[in-house]
């Protein structure tokens, strides 16, 4: 028996794989295979028990050699007295002739000799047996050994023709397999061949092909060339064609304008005669109230009449859109600038006042005549594409930005609402705290660039100061750290427009903390006695003492401090608020003026704030915001001219409805809100900063807590008008 080793899975594998292909393959001559191949002793039972295991053994055992034949030993007839061996012919014949003779002997001489014959014949007998039948088994013996050597003879020359034919199938399957992989090997090399070939031919035919291209493009570039040569050949002739028709067209259009403007000039010099005539009048009718002491508060004019229509008269003010619509009229018409703002607002507003003598002027400065009107707009109508212009311009009025980035010069960064209420630590906020571009500029200009000062409704946080806020008070002042631009950004943070200031300019930054706010991280170094001021924005007075708060930094423990006032409604209440300004020089009355002027509304405002913060932390990004195009003036081109001013007023009626109407007036519809507001009652007071529109409702108005909620919206905005007065809207009952 071989060494026996641990079987490798190479060695096993082998051993399955050549069974499974050749199954009468022996134990045997699996060993010798693996000697030859493997150089590996394996014993046949090892062989055999790998084979058991997966089922691969010959039904059939080792062969049955043939049982040896046992020999019988011959029986032999048994002879009982012969007394001599006689002829066949005695034998046969019964008769006995020497009869008497044996009577003649004796009876005991016979028994003897016939004893005597008989035990020699027996030994005699017996011997020839035994030889004949050891010669027998001799025989047996020698044939039953010639029997087993031809026979295992014949195993071992069978076994040796199966192993040599398995070495001769395995040698010509190794030959096959030798050829089919120099075969493989030959079809590699020449598919290798070819396919560098055909790389090679590609590569041609690319290179061909790019040749073919570049003449092609040159060719086309040449005929482009001559095209465009004959084309600016043509253009330049139809440009002398045209300019030599327009010269003449402008020069019958110029011919008729003067004839025109002569006209217009000698009816807006009759127009303009009558009104100075109208002032004249309404300037001696004063005197004589003058002379008879009937005079104004001090301080106020006489109250005037005027409609609810002066709310969407402020959203245009807030965003600027008349201002914008004029100017791009003015371009085209010439025009003097306060004259077309006076007779573009007048078409804007004149379907929502009505025909009532007079409804008109309630809501202008000053009066337009029809015959005025009539001749603008007819003019208007002249103008090619003007149509198409202010409809284009209207859309672009309503880009809101939803916050503007503040950038420092060391690089860090804050961002605060579009509509400044405080600082916000990414640029996601609430989509109500959106602006119009107007808007939002206009503010940065009065703030950044004219009064220097920056008004926050509220320090950011409730109980821990904000990192961002910090940024703002520690840069914001500072010659080094400065703000140094603007970037004001859409509801998809996509950059609108970037305003760049100037390091060196002064700006001062107000805001407001209530009590309740960082109650750890804010000490009170000191605060003086209270006292009554007038705080003119309000017509009220206020309680007001110095204080000087220590803010700490949570995260790096910075402390900043910071002076202002406190303020209550009344010296026995606690301190309702504390107004801090960057600005140490700043008077007490001067800081709370400018805080209430931008915020009047304390309380309310503060629930208004913190309600619209928690709508968007449940609504998030899916919070619907203000859309122009979905406007039915933006869902197909305008019919005419009037149209598009009809349009433009229900757009400043659908956003003073999104922005500062209560939750539910989104979308319903201009009629409801023209009936319910823009029809009411309201009496204009104008002081000397400020012009108040006051609304008197009968006690069974139905819509009187939402049109109160509409002016403080509308007051805290800021809303100014050319020479900087503010308008600010009351309501109550009568």
């Known amino acids: 028996m071989g060494v026996v080793h641990k079987l490798k899975p190479e060695v096993i594998k082998f051993i399955l794989d050549n069974k499974q292909a050749t199954p009468h393959l022996s134990c045997r001559s699996l060993t010798v295979l693996l000697l030859e191949k493997l150089q590996v002793e394996v014993s046949k039972s090892s062989i055999n028990a790998i084979l058991k295991q997966n089922n691969l053994s010959m039904p059939v055992g080792r062969r049955q050699k043939p049982k040896k034949k046992k020999f019988n030993m011959p029986i032999l007839p048994v002879i009982e007295s012969i007394k001599t061996i ?125 040749v073919e291209e570049e003449r092609i493009k040159e060719e086309q570039l040449r005929l482009q060339k001559l095209q465009e040569e004959q084309s600016a050949k043509q253009k330049e002739a139809d440009r002398v064609k045209l300019e030599e028709e327009t010269r003449l067209k402008e020069e019958q259009e110029k011919l008729a304008r003067e004839v025109e403007l002569k006209a217009e ?52 003010q807030l965003i600027g859109g008349s201002i914008q619509l004029s100017e791009a009229i003015q371009r085209r018409l010439g025009y003097p600038k306060e004259e077309v703002e006076a007779l573009t607002q007048t078409l804007i507003f004149q379907d929502i006042v009505g025909n009532e003598p007079g409804a008109l002027s ?108 910090f940024t703002l008070l520690l840069n914001f002042n500072s010659k080094h750290e400065t703000a140094d631009n603007l970037i004001l950004y859409g509801n998809k943070l996509d950059e609108l427009e970037n305003i ?21 991280y804010r000490k009170v170094k000191r605060i003086g006695e209270f006292s009554a001021q007038r705080i003119d924005c309000m017509n009220k007075d206020f309680y007001l003492a110095e204080v000087e708060i220590e803010l700490v930094q949570p995260t790096s423990m910075q402390s900043f401090s910071l002076k202002g006032c406190a303020i209550k409604l009344s010296l026995a209440e606690k ?80 956003y003073l409805r999104w922005h500062f109407m209560p939750s539910g007036y989104e979308k319903i519809e201009f009629s ?22 006051f609304f008197t409702v009968a006690h069974d108005y139905a819509y009187a807590k939402d049109l109160e909620y509409i002016c403080r919206r509308l007051n805290e905005r800021d809303i100014r008008v050319d020479d900087g007065q503010r308008i600010c809207f009351e309501s109550g009952f009568k």
């Open 86 to 210: 006689t002829p066949e012919e005695e034998l046969q014949n019964p008769v006995l002739k020497d009869e008497p003779n044996i009577q003649e002997k004796s009876k005991h001489e016979i028994i003897e000799e016939q004893g005597v014959e008989k035990i020699n014949l027996e030994e005699k007998r017996i011997q020839e047996a035994e030889g004949w039948a050891e010669k027998l088994l001799e025989k047996e013996r020698d044939r039953l050994e010639q029997e087993r050597l031809a026979r295992e003879e014949q195993e071992k020359k069978a076994e040796k023709d199966t192993i040599r034919e398995d070495l001769l199938r395995l040698q010509k399957l190794q030959e096959e397999e030798d050829a089919r992989n120099k075969e493989l090997a030959r079809l590699k090399l020449e598919e290798e061949a070819r396919f560098i070939e055909e790389q090679e031919r590609l590569a041609q035919e690319e290179a061909l092909h790019k």
């Open 362 to 469: 309630s809501i202008m400065r000053n009066e337009i005549s029809a015959d005025k009107l009539s001749g603008y707009f007819t003019q208007l109508q002249e103008l090619k594409t003007m149509k198409l212009d202010l409809s284009r311009l209207s859309a672009n009025i309503f880009t809101e930005s939803r916050g503007i980035k503040m950038h420092f010069i060391d690089g860090s960064i804050v961002y605060l609402d579009a509509q400044m209420h405080t600082v916000w630590p990414t640029p996601y906020m609430p989509h109500d705290f959106s602006a119009t571009v107007m808007s939002v500029k206009d503010c940065i200009n009065r703030y950044f660039f004219k009064d220097g000062n920056l008004v926050l409704f509220m320090a950011p946080g409730y109980d821990i100061p904000t990192k961002e806020f």
């Open 672 to 693: 409801l809100t023209k009936a319910r507001f823009y029809s009411q009652k309201a009496q204009l007071k104008q002081d000397k900063d400020k012009i108040l529109y």
């Open 265 to 316: 000039h000698e009816r807006w010099a009759r127009l303009s005669e009558e009104e100075s005539k109208r002032k004249e009048a309404l300037m001696a009718s004063q005197a004589i109230k003058e002379e008879a002491k009937i005079e104004p508060s001090s301080g106020s004019s006489l109250p005037r009449g005027c409609t609810g229509a002066v709310l969407l008269k402020a959203i245009d």
């Open 575 to 654: 301190i309702r608020l504390v107004i801090l300004g960057t600005d140490e020089a700043r008077s007490l009355v001067s800081l709370a003026n400018d805080y209430l002027c931008r915020w009047p509304n304390l309380d309310e405002g503060l629930h208004d704030f913190n309600r619209k913060i928690e709508l968007f932390s449940c609504t998030g990004e899916s919070q619907q915001v203000f859309n122009y195009e979905d406007l039915p003036i933006n869902k197909s081109e305008p019919v005419d001219l009037k149209s598009v001013f009809s349009g433009y007023s229900e757009a400043l009626d659908a």
């Open 500 to 520: 760049v200031l100037n390091p060196e300019d002064n700006h001062n930054l107000i805001f407001a903390l209530w009590p309740w706010q960082f109650t750890a």
